[in-house]
Structures are given as C-alpha cells and as structure tokens.
C-alpha cells in the first residue's frame, strides 16, 4: 500500500460545491473537435451527511472539476486519466483513493474485459469514476437517485458503509459471469463425446480466455481487498472491517471457482485431444487393413505383370530368376534395417 505525501489543505468545504480548496494542476487545453467535452458531467445524491458524486468515464473538463474542487493530490487526477491501471489502493490522512477493476462482458467480442472503477472516499463523500458504464453500479446509483429508502439505506451509515455497498455489488456481478463459464464448460464435455470434437476446439480455446481474463482481474484484486480491511481512518469505523473481510472473502470464493475452472478447462482440452487421437487412430487402423488386404493382390499383379519371361520359357528364364534374387535380397536388407533401427 503505496504512502503518499499528505495534504495540508482541509476537507471541511468539500459540500460547499464549488469551492476551490487547492491549487489546480497544470492545465491541458480542451480536447480538440469535442465541445462537449468542456463541460463537467457529474451525477450527485445528497444525503445529510454525505454526498455521492459519479462521473462515467471522465473527460478532460471532469478531471478539471475534481482539480478544483477537491484536494486531491495531482497524481490521483492523473490516474483517473490512465485507463489500465492495476487495482491499488492509496491512503491520505483526508482520503482513499482506490482504482479497482472488475470483470465485464463484452458484447461486440464476446469476452470478458475489465471495467476500470476509480474511487475517491472521504468523511462525507464518495467520488465513483468508471472508465466504461458498470451494470451494478449504474443501477445502485440510480435506485439512489430515485428512491428516498434506498439512499437512506445505503448513505446514513457513512462513506465507508457506502463504499462497501458499491464494491459489494460490484463483486457479486461475477458470480453470474462464473456460472455462464460453468454452464460453457458443461456443454463442451458433453458436446466432446457426440462427435463434434473438431468443432469445439474454437469453444475451448474462447472459455480458456474468458477464465485467463478472469483470472487477470481477480488475482490484483484480491490484494486490495486484504489491505483495505487494515486501513484504520477516523472516518471508517472498526465495524467496517468486518464488511470488508466478507469482500475478501467473496474474492476469495471468485478465485477459488477460476482455480477449478482452470483445472477443468485443461483437463477438456486434454480429452478432447485423446478423442481426436483415437479417432484418427482408428482411421489409420482402416487404412492399414485396407493396404494389408491389397498388398497380396498387388503383389500377384506385380509378379506375374514382369515383362520377363517364367520359367519354361525358352527364350529367357535366368531374367526371371535375377529379378526374384534381386527382390529377396531388398527384403532383407529392408528387414535387417528396421530391426537395427528399433522399428520391428
């Protein structure tokens, strides 16, 4: 858990939006051909004592809007701009800041990708920056905009209790995904044993990638999760550790499922290999019977079509008996070359 330089600057304005609380980081010029884009896009839910900002996918005039209302160290804002970071999580004497990624399926390629979530935790905020639309957090933060019991629920306990609620969420979309990988392993092993061996090799290779994906965003994942149970700030209190380790512990269930999967996977593309080894196998024991039983009818055809003459023959019958010479001699010779070679 990486320790940055704290901040002097105080939070007690963060809910007087907008009030410039630090000095803002170099500035960018706006991003060409997008007007839009000069504009902030935040989404707030107030609630007495906190406030939830989300901002999907944030853009240049976003990060400026977090620059200048918050005092969040530089570097974070410049995170927030890199997609593909590695989950982490960076602790203030003010705030979390924690860059997360979850598994997200994609329909135009029909894989699994990772979804980037950036989160901003302060004592009575919470900032959530996806990169691209997250299906859980969307809906949670939707149900809290529109429905009174529901963001009472999920903001009169704190930001921490808040931030559980989202990555809780966010955890247990997995699950789903888990069992349509199940479901796809299920239906290759049957379709291996129905002739369609060839196939299915596209459909292993395809779930081998979705569980190594999977396994790509879990596995650093899990690492934050462990650190965050020990992070003690005056503003999460110790109860939280009990919310976060049952985190750990779904994680942990994630993993444990994509450690199966691996197994299983393998042992598919294992026996779908056996099968098609067998079946040629068996093309190849065809074809042998097949040349076995040809060969004494080719040999007939070859010994007798000689355009020499047989014995009786007046005209020439020692060219008979120099091409059987010559044959038997080729056959041992062949037979003494396999034997030495270890082939018979």
Known sequence: MRQRSPITTALGGVRNLPLRLRRAPRRHGPEPGDEAALEPRPEIVDAPDLRWINIESPRLADRLWLAENFAFHELDIE????HNQRPKLDTYPEYLFLVMQFPSYNKETGRLDAAELDIFVGPDFLISLPNEPIPPLRSLFERAQSRDDVRDELMTHGSGRLLYEILDRCVDAGFPMLGQIGRKLSRIENEIFEGRSREIVRDISNAKQEIINFRAVIRPQRLVFRDLERVK???????????FDDLTDASERIWDVLENFKEIVEGLEDTNESVL???????LRILTAVTVILLPLTLVTGFFGMNVGFPGDPRAPAYFWGVVIAMAAMLVALVVFFRRRGWL
């Not at 995170?79 to 890199?82: I, L, N």
């Open 277 to 283: 080894s067998h079946r040629l196998n068996d093309v």
């Open 79 to 82: 995170d927030v701009a890199s």
């Open 233 to 243: 700030l005056r503003y999460l209190p110790e109860e939280m550790d009990l919310y």
